[in-house]
């Protein structure tokens, strides 16, 4: 993977591009040097830098005809512009520059100090690091969003524990950072106003992932988690229908999950759309149950077909009897309401145990597995028993990446 740090030195003294290298390479920047014009061209395009340190002072090609060029290159990184000139020289280049379209947030008069140089990219550093909504849109319409699926398994048949869906997360398939974890860009789409396009893109993805494996004889359900935004949009149920009918699918194989905070956003569109969804034979999933009360008086309201009981109060099921009791009492609650009971956040075999003896429906967690890329999802269906489970002591385990959930609002 590219390392996301960039450095490009222009300088035309050798011992000061060492400096700056040394420097930078200690603090995780990669770096590339040019001491002219002609090296600059060369290094330019296929290192991509992400900030530039810029000595006024060159020889042949000054500072100021690098910014120009720079300009009309379209440079939208950090420029550092270094030299030994005067104050009002290097103030002077600096409004060249920004007079040219570039960002140059920082002056380094020479010589540089290292203290001065590592404060400047350790600065650096930390705002390259943040993920700008920006990014996430080019990322949406680019199509760098992936989807991992989840395998959710039946308590209803003894020891078999047959894989009966799974649910699809998603994840960021970043150029320089690799996969990029949820919690790093839903709050990013819910401040930009791209939860709608964030939510659009997965169904879109679920879709066509289950016409795939339709036709390599796997037809199992989906499950895609709805933002709030979603539940007021009232085109949702006949959009959804359209993009499963262009599949020729089945409406049984995709599930959707919405969360009491996005059901109780504006509950009379949440039940209307809901509501037209169960009638075209598409299930609705209450996603973490239990991590809230505020609309617990709402949920026999909802035209639900599953309660998904949140991980959190898997956790202490192991060593609490009060968290057990809990436990027993949601159970019997969606039975009552005639819900079955998916529980997230599995991880042990007692806990599998005692919910399979509360009667609860169904299971997800990383005792069963983590979350996996299409392909090994297959293989995992198909070469899964759960026999494996309540035989032996040693946990399950895959070597797939850490679960991470679509996010908040979206699972």
């Known amino acids: 993977m590219t390392n996301p740090n960039r450095l490009l030195v222009i300088d035309d003294e050798s011992a000061v591009r060492a400096f700056y290298r040394d420097a930078a390479e200690a603090m995780g920047y990669a770096v590339a040097e040019a001491g002219n014009r002609a090296e600059f061209i060369e290094v330019y395009a296929s290192f991509r830098p992400t900030v530039i340190i810029l000595d006024l002072a060159m020889p042949r090609t000054d500072g100021v005809e690098f910014l120009r060029d720079l300009g009309e290159r379209q440079c939208s990184v950090p420029i550092l512009i270094a030299s030994g000139s005067d104050t009002r020289v290097l103030a002077a280049a600096q409004r060249v520059g920004r007079?040219?379209?570039?960002?140059?947030?920082?002056?380094?008069a020479k010589p540089v100090s290292l203290p001065q140089l590592e404060i400047v990219l350790e600065a650096l550093l930390i705002a390259s690091s943040a993920l700008r909504c920006s990014d996430l849109q080019r990322?949406?319409?680019?199509?760098?969003?992936?989807?991992?699926?989840?395998p959710k398994v039946s308590l209803r048949h003894g020891d078999e524990l047959p894989v009966i869906g799974g649910e699809a997360l998603v994840r960021w398939q970043h150029d320089e950072r690799g996969l990029v974890e949820p919690d790093e860009f839903i709050s990013?789409?819910?401040?930009g106003g791209l939860m709608g396009a964030l939510t659009d893109t997965v169904l879109r993805q679920a879709i066509r992932q289950l016409a795939a494996w339709r036709e390599m004889g796997l037809e199992l359900p989906v499950s895609v988690n709805l933002s709030a935004s979603s539940l007021t949009d009232l085109t949702l149920p006949d959009?959804?229908?359209?993009?499963?009918?262009?599949?020729?699918?089945?409406?049984?194989l995709l599930e959707l999950e919405v969360t009491e905070q996005a059901a109780m956003a504006d509950i009379t569109k949440a039940n209307d759309?809901?509501?037209?969804?169960?009638?075209?034979?598409?299930?609705?999933?209450?996603?973490?149950?239990?991590?809230?009360?505020?609309?617990?008086?709402?949920?026999?309201?909802?035209?639900?077909?599953?309660?998904?009981?949140?991980?959190?109060?898997?956790?202490e099921l192991d060593h609490s009897d009060d968290a057990r009791t809990v436990m027993r009492a949601l159970v019997a609650l969606a039975s009552m309401l005639h819900l079955p009971v998916c529980v997230e956040g599995v991880e042990t075999r007692a806990s599998l145990e005692f919910l399979q003896s509360t009667g609860c429906d169904a299971v997800q967690g990383f005792l069963i597995s983590r979350p996996l890329p299409a392909i090994q999802y297959v293989k995992f269906v198909k070469s899964w028993t759960g026999r494996a489970i309540l035989s032996n002591e040693a946990r399950t385990a895959s070597s797939a990446g850490s679960v991470v959930q679509f996010g908040r609002e979206c699972g």
Do not use: C, H, M, W
């Open 99 to 108: 007079g040219y379209g570039l960002t140059i947030p920082q002056l380094l």
């Open 139 to 150: 990322a949406i319409e680019n199509e760098e969003l992936v989807l991992f699926y989840q």
């Open 188 to 191: 990013l789409a819910e401040d």
């Open 239 to 252: 959009q959804i229908s359209g993009l499963l009918a262009a599949e020729s699918l089945k409406s049984s």
């Open 273 to 315: 759309i809901l509501t037209r969804l169960r009638l075209k034979e598409i299930a609705v999933s209450l996603d973490d149950f239990g991590s809230g009360f505020s609309s617990l008086v709402e949920i026999y309201r909802l035209p639900l077909s599953e309660l998904k009981i949140d991980r959190s109060l898997v956790a």
